[in-house]
């Protein structure tokens, strides 16, 4: 009996096929995304319904009374706007529960220092030079900002706050991701650093007593890599001044001078341009 080599070539083919039918990947063998992983996209899906929540309900600029301070105020925020580079936010970043899962109540929530703008002023106008200073965000964005800064202010039985541009460390554009390093955005000359992770959390005293590390006496690294980089520094002329440093530089700052913020569930530090000493 003969063969032909295109019969052999339809029978292998048609066998493949048969086999990829019925192939079904095992579920041990299927990726499982860890206890850790879980906990932090249940996170973010709060912290975006949050934010949604926010966006959706009757915004406070369209209201035609507003309770601030325990004040009437009529005509609404038609009368009450943030002045020069002042902008209003409503805290975003309440995270309702520990790494373990407890799930945590009142005082005890934890509260990053995140915020979604609400309202932003006109801008800033030198007083020698007469140089207009635009507002670096818009309403809606998201940002980070600088702990035990700017004024706590209610408006209908909610916390706000009225912080100044300068305050900011970084941005999320409205309609992107929040809490994502690739949206990220810095402001002014401001520096996000990656930290080198430290070798170990806690160090033995000489009893052999094991410290925390917020108990040693041992400086937070001064060092890091370049992650993002803002735009620049307005000059007294309106002219932004370039930055020195890029994505990718190893860089020495001023001991002290970096601001942690936590993005993507990693923390960072945002430099000022002029605290950088010099890069590598």
């Not at 019925?22 to 879980?38: C, I, L, M």
């Not at 209003?88 to 005082?107: F, H, I, P």
């Not at 990220?184 to 992770?197: F, G, Y």
């Amino acid at each position: 009996m003969k063969v032909s080599i295109q019969s052999v070539a339809m029978l292998l083919s048609s066998t493949a096929t048969a086999t990829s039918a019925f192939f079904v990947v095992p579920p041990h063998a299927q990726p499982q995304r860890t206890q850790s992983q879980r906990r932090r996209a249940q996170q973010q899906i709060q912290q975006q319904q949050q934010r949604k929540n926010i966006l959706e309900s009757p915004s406070i600029s369209t209201r035609l009374n507003l309770n601030i301070d325990g004040k009437t105020i009529d005509g609404g925020m038609e009368k009450f706007k943030p002045n020069n580079n002042y902008l209003l936010l409503k805290n975003t970043g309440t995270v309702d529960a520990t790494e373990g899962g407890l799930l945590l109540t009142g005082k005890a929530k934890n509260k990053k220092t995140q915020g979604l703008v609400i309202s932003v002023g006109p801008g800033r106008t030198d007083d020698e030079t007469g140089t207009y200073y635009p507002m670096p965000v818009d309403v809606d964005d998201t940002v980070l900002y600088a702990k035990s800064t700017g004024m706590d202010i209610t408006i209908d039985k909610e916390k706000h706050l009225i912080i100044m541009d300068s305050d900011i460390l970084a941005q999320y554009k409205a309609g992107g991701p929040i809490d994502s390093i690739d949206n990220a955005e810095m402001i002014r000359d401001n520096v996000l650093v990656e930290i080198p992770e430290a070798k170990s959390d806690n160090e033995a005293s000489p009893s052999g007593i094991l410290l925390a590390k917020s108990s040693t006496t041992e400086k937070r690294p001064s060092i890091g890599t370049v992650v993002k980089v803002g735009p620049g520094k307005p000059a007294t002329n309106g002219e932004m001044m370039p930055m020195e440093v890029e994505v990718g530089d190893m860089i020495k700052f001023r001991d002290f001078a970096g601001t942690t913020v936590e993005i993507g569930k990693k923390e960072y530090s945002v430099v000022r341009m002029m605290d950088i000493l010099a890069k590598y």
